[in-house]
């Protein structure tokens, strides 16, 4: 599984690490994910998201059925 947020598209980002001597190096900056199980009311199931941080603060404060909807619309969700 790829470590994509499926309800805000957030993936990991490529930067550099830079040393003291000023030496840059490639690195990788990861997602905050976490693989969430979620009760979907309107449809009476359980389903499971691989969501960030930003993703669980975007449900609890819109709602489960609308961040859903918002991200299909968007194309994170499949």
Known sequence: MSKICQITGKKA???NNVA???KRTKRKFNVNLFAKKFYWVEQDCWIDLNVS???LR???KIGLDA???SALDKGYLI
Do not use: D, Q, W
């Open 20 to 22: 003291h001597s000023n």
């Open 58 to 60: 975007l449900i609890n």
């Open 67 to 69: 961040a859903l909807k």
């Open 13 to 15: 980002m490529v930067g």
């Open 53 to 55: 941080a930003a993703g």
